[in-house]
């Protein structure tokens, strides 16, 4: 058995907000060298990056006040754009824009706290993995979690809506057992059943 449970992106909407900033940066360079071209290829290259531009801040801004495309990332955008600078040749911006995106991937991903039988995953980076033997108390009451640390350091977090679900009698039990027994290797826990 095993428990997710998934911690709101506090940062998201600066996230956003930075993709958003990026998007029209890349849209005004893209507008300069169309308006101002060096030579035909560029000229070529800068039209196709205003469409594309363009074409994801649209989908930005329908994200931004619809309910459609939220699975889509726009961070996927950036990784269009630095081939779109590969093709220009300008490779400062098109390394830019990779680790613009791999960035934007990794800081809007959700960050899931996993407790199994042997331990609990914690989403840092590289994702840890602590043993229950670190902890004094594990509790989720009305959405809030708290990691109590026996080095007396305390984790508290409010749960994301989509773990709400999450049956608290039961991951507190689930929980209180794997600390209970987490000392006594010789001895299996009893893990409740769900019902």
């Known amino acids: 058995m095993e428990y997710e449970i998934i911690l709101p992106n506090n ?30 290829h560029l000229h070529t290259i800068s039209r196709f990056g205003l469409i594309v531009s363009a074409i994801y801040i649209v989908l930005y801004l329908v994200r931004s006040y619809t309910k459609y495309f939220q699975r889509y990332k726009l961070e996927f955008s950036f990784l269009v754009l630095g081939v779109l600078w590969i093709v220009a040749g300008i490779m400062v911006f098109a390394f830019i824009m990779f680790v613009c995106a791999i ?10 706290i996993i407790f199994t039988k042997d331990q609990v995953i914690y989403p ?24 109590d640390f026996k080095n007396n350091k305390i984790f508290q977090s409010k749960i994301h809506p989509d ?28 893990v409740p059943q769900p019902s």
């Open 103 to 112: 960035l934007g991937l990794y800081a809007s991903a959700q960050s899931k």
């Open 11 to 40: 940062k998201a909407k600066l996230y956003s907000t930075l993709t958003f900033f990026i998007l029209l940066l890349n849209t005004a360079v893209f507008t300069y060298m169309y308006l101002n071209p060096v030579n035909l």
């Open 124 to 147: 840092s980076f590289p994702s840890s993995k602590i043993p229950w033997s670190k902890f004094s108390n594990v509790m989720l009451k009305d959405d809030l979690l708290t990691i």
């Open 163 to 190: 773990s709400a679900s999450i049956n608290e009698i039961r991951f507190n039990e689930f929980c209180g057992q794997q600390i209970k027994y987490s000392s006594d290797t010789s001895r299996e826990p009893d």
